[in-house]
């Protein structure tokens, strides 16, 4: 069953195709990748391993690769399946990170991320991580997913974030939205990229619409119910922060 309604399919034409361009019209978006990968380093399973057992990560919606990058540059212990459903972009990943395919400490899976998660077992896998992909999701579809990343993630299982948190606050949340325009105006028009220009205020207006936008305290509230225990948001810029949760 097609399910692209369920979740934004900007990125399959020329979003995807030049996404390297948001390191410059939303730096921010670079660093919460980092942060990703960072939080990971000092994770340790809860459950009784045998051996060296390296850790399992489930990455939702790679992109280009470049939170994959930042995950497999944390630690070396880990095995990454990276799913994503868009091939322009999925490609450009396998294309840059092929060694780490060939490594075997990486495999890339072309599927939306509740198909995906739903076909593993229950308390399989350590990690569930993602950035700048969940709020491209419609509410009741971002609701299952996240049921389905506590079902398989293990107990004390991590579940880590780097997203568009919206500002409880709406005048403060909107007065950022502002100054994010004004960097694509800066960034596109000084590289004549009129078509992209547009293509991200187009897309823009869907990270903040009612049935995408993911306000902090609602998005706390939704890892409550799902299960997750003391989800926190912190390192905040802007309109972006880092939300963190485990399974008990």
């Not at 978006?29 to 939080?39: K, P, R, Y």
């Not at 009784?48 to 630690?75: D, F």
């Not at 990170?97 to 060939?102: G, P, R, S």
């Not at 997913?145 to 398989?152: I, P």
Request: aromatic residues 8%; negative net charge; hydrophobic residues 40%.
């Amino acid at each position: 069953m097609d399910k692209s309604y369920l979740f934004n399919t900007d990125f399959s034409g020329v979003l995807g195709e030049d996404y390297d361009l948001l390191k410059h019209i939303c730096p921010t978006a670079i660093e919460m990748s980092h942060l990703v990968g960072s939080t990971i380093k000092g994770y340790t399973s809860a459950t009784t391993r045998s051996g060296t057992a390296p850790l399992t990560v489930i990455e939702l919606g790679c992109g280009t690769g470049i939170t994959t990058l930042s995950l497999l540059s944390a630690r070396s212990d880990i095995l990454i399946t990276a799913i994503d459903n868009e091939p322009t972009m999925l490609n450009q990943a396998k294309k840059s990170l092929a060694d780490y395919v060939k490594s075997e400490r990486l495999s890339f899976l072309e599927e939306d991320a509740l198909s995906a998660l739903s076909t593993l077992p229950d308390n399989s896998v350590d990690i569930i991580a993602s950035a700048y992909t969940l709020h491209n999701f419609l509410n009741d579809y971002r609701n299952e997913v996240l049921e389905q990343c506590y079902r398989v993630l293990i107990p004390g299982g991590l579940f880590i974030n780097g997203d568009r948190y919206g500002l409880d606050d709406i005048s403060a949340h909107t007065a950022l939205i502002q100054q994010e325009v004004s960097q694509y105006f800066k960034v596109l028009t000084a590289l004549k990229r009129i078509d992209l220009l547009e293509h991200w205020i187009v897309h823009l207006f869907s990270d903040e619409s009612q049935n995408h936008c993911m306000r902090e305290s609602a998005a706390i509230r939704q890892m409550v119910t799902c299960g997750f225990t003391t989800p926190v948001v912190q390192d905040r810029n802007a309109v972006s922060a880092l939300l963190t949760a485990m399974k008990a």
